[in-house]
């Protein structure tokens, strides 16, 4: 999936866009990056992170992953040192006021697949 | 051989993960395999974080030898791991609320760094911890 279905599918918006043609297969949803540093081994550019973790480890966590893009739920924001720091890094960064779990429920049906 | 000196200060959240980071750029600059040096990047950025969390601050230094090995040594002023097996066990943490509010806390960073390095080495006192991972490249 493109990051603009992604974006539509989660009524969100997209905050950065250093990539739009960037290719999303395969998702990890946590609010604990640590998690997502042990759990995701395969397939990292083509990940998506939906956390509602909004400050700049989730930035940083994808940065060491080499993933490209970031979903924000529950309508939180980054604020501008933040979206500097996304923008400087490359990434992809989508926001959506849908709770973890719907957006997962979104994705999922769409056809992404488990890291 | 070439090395690079990098430090750490306790509880600097806003900063946490800017010397993974460096480092990260400095050895995709130089070549080195995108898989290993993303286990290199991750590695870094759990000890790094677990020195800004757990320790007094320190000093991270980068070694990157001629025979194609890279080296990290984390070096902090203490207070110490308390149990070196309970906190190499997954899930274990002793991390604060705040740290958990900055993402961090699962109780993988321990097991986790020692998965993604070649070499581990871990020694700890109430004067430091010293940990000493290596990667091939």
């Known amino acids: 999936m493109k990051i603009q279905e992604i974006a539509s599918s989660v009524k969100g918006t997209i905050l950065v866009c250093q990539d739009e043609n960037a290719d999303v297969e395969v998702a990890f949803a946590s609010d604990l990056m640590s998690d997502a540093l042990a759990l995701i081994q395969k397939n990292h550019e083509k990940t998506i992170l939906i956390t509602g973790l909004c400050n700049s480890q989730s930035i940083r966590t994808a940065v060491m992953l080499d993933i490209k893009t970031i979903l924000i739920v529950r309508n939180k924001q980054f604020n501008e040192e933040e979206i500097r720091l996304a923008n400087e890094s490359g990434l992809n960064v989508i926001c959506t006021a849908l709770t973890m779990f719907e957006a997962c429920g979104k994705l999922y049906s769409l056809g992404l697949k488990n890291v | ?137």
């Open chain 2, 1 to 137: 051989m070439f090395d690079q000196h990098y430090f750490v200060i306790k509880d600097d959240y806003a900063n946490a993960g800017k010397v993974s980071t460096n480092i990260k750029t400095l050895l995709k600059q130089l070549g080195v395999d995108s898989n290993i040096l993303r286990r290199i990047a991750v590695a870094c950025y759990e000890a790094e974080i677990n020195m800004i969390i757990h320790s007094y601050g320190g000093e991270i230094i980068l070694t990157i030898l001629d025979e194609g090995y890279v080296n990290l040594m984390f070096h902090d002023h203490g207070p110490g791991i308390e149990d070196i097996e309970k906190a190499m066990t997954p899930g274990y943490s002793t991390a604060s609320k705040s740290a958990r509010e900055f993402g961090f806390g699962a109780g993988m960073g321990l097991p986790n760094i020692k998965r993604m390095s070649d070499t581990f080495d871990l020694t700890t006192s109430t004067s430091g911890t010293r940990l000493k991972i290596g990667f091939k490249i």
